[in-house]
């Protein structure tokens, strides 16, 4: 019988996918999440990729009474990979206390019931915007982290602090973070995507919708960075290569190949792709035409950053494999899935 694997925030975008992945290795997959943010239907579309509906609990990780509860009643469960929490930038410097109190006390709830019901593995999910503006490009796990831009950035870069000390306080604990850069795209089944709830606060959901005909225009937010199309550039992962990366951080712990107990990936492409890059590969991939106009740049975005991914190459063994134009497609083809677009 395959390890069992809690997948928090497995209802969410790269949560599904990963849950997919894990699924199609054999793993037993259960689900907590409290579908703040993401739909149960979620849990039929992954079925129907991997042939299996993982359990599920609907409960939020913050309330640490029923957190208590779940893992006094899943006490085999060998790993958690953790995807919960609030991730809208914007939002966060709108609801500051409502980001540090669900994404900190999420994470100590968690760890508090790993210590007391044994439970060693995590795998934790951070971003790259733990570095801020990176004075050099590209950049490794040892760049030095800045201070966040924003308060959600900042509940990524405290939450790497509390999972570092508590492997330090508790060595049976063995921890990985995970700092994505920027993910894009959808499961080549088109069955599950990104499906933001409002208007998209990223890059390529709100291109898609434009394409869709549910925005009317692409605002791109500057094109006076030092970059040399003046827009600014960063590093576009494909989500089912970002989740095959979370299997491969599992096994490297079940497998106790987790040297240092508690470790950090850059989880990149190594290409850095500007906006307007973007654009123009999507119109190229899809022959469509985007309106899109320019205008002031967004508060809080950096000019450029993009992964060196040597270490997650060499120690993990793995690398993106799909490339921008095939992952782009793969977000029209999830975006005309959802609306229902021939
Ligand atoms: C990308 C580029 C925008 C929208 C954030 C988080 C990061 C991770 C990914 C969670 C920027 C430009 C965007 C638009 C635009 N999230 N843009 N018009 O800000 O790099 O990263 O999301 O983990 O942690 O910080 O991603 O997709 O919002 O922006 O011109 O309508 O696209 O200015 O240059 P970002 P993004």
């Not at 003046?230 to 497998?255: F, T």
């Not at 992952?327 to 999830?334: G, K, P």
Request: charged share 25%; net charge negative; aromatic share 8%.
């Amino acid at each position: 019988m395959n390890s069992k694997i809690l997948v928090t925030g497995g209802t969410g975008y790269i949560g599904s996918h990963t849950v997919v992945e894990l699924q199609t290795a054999g793993y037993e997959v259960i689900v907590v999440d409290d579908l703040s943010n993401s739909n149960i239907d979620v849990l039929d579309n992954i079925e129907q990729i991997s042939g299996k509906k993982p359990a599920f609990e609907q409960f939020s990780l913050a309330d640490a009474a029923k957190t208590d509860d779940f893992f006094n009643r899943h006490r085999d469960i060998a790993a958690i990979i953790h995807f919960a929490a609030s991730k809208a930038v914007g939002e966060s410097v709108q609801l500051p206390l409502h980001y540090y109190r669900n994404n900190l006390v999420s994470l100590l709830n968690i760890l508090d019931c790993q210590v007391k019901y044994g439970i060693s593995n995590i795998v934790f999910s951070s971003s790259c915007t733990v570095y801020g503006q990176p004075d050099k490009l590209p950049v490794t796990e040892t760049t030095p982290r800045k201070d966040a831009e924003s308060p959600y950035g900042n509940t990524k870069r405290v939450n790497e602090d509390i999972l570092q000390d508590a492997v330090r306080a508790y060595p049976q604990l063995k921890g990985i973070a995970l700092r994505y850069f920027n993910p894009i795209g959808a499961h080549p089944s088109a069955l599950i995507g990104e499906l933001p709830l409002g208007i998209p606060q990223n890059l390529v959901p709100f291109i898609t919708q434009t394409a869709a005909g549910l925005r009317s225009e692409l605002l791109v937010f500057g094109d006076d960075y030092d970059t040399p199309d003046g827009s600014a550039i960063r590093d576009y992962i494909n989500v089912v290569d970002l989740a095959k990366a979370h299997l491969v951080a599992i096994e490297r712990l079940l497998q106790n190949q987790n040297k240092t107990g508690y470790e950090v990936f850059n989880l990149g492409t190594g290409n850095g792709y500007s906006v307007l890059e973007i654009v123009k590969g999507f119109e190229k991939v899809t022959g469509l035409k985007l309106n899109y106009r320019i205008v002031e740049r967004r508060a809080g975005d950096i000019e450029k950053i993009w992964a060196d991914t040597t270490f997650a190459n060499q120690e993990l063994g793995w690398k993106a494999e799909k490339g921008l134009e095939e992952t782009l497609l793969s977000a029209w083809n999830w975006e005309k899935r959802v609306r229902g677009i021939r």
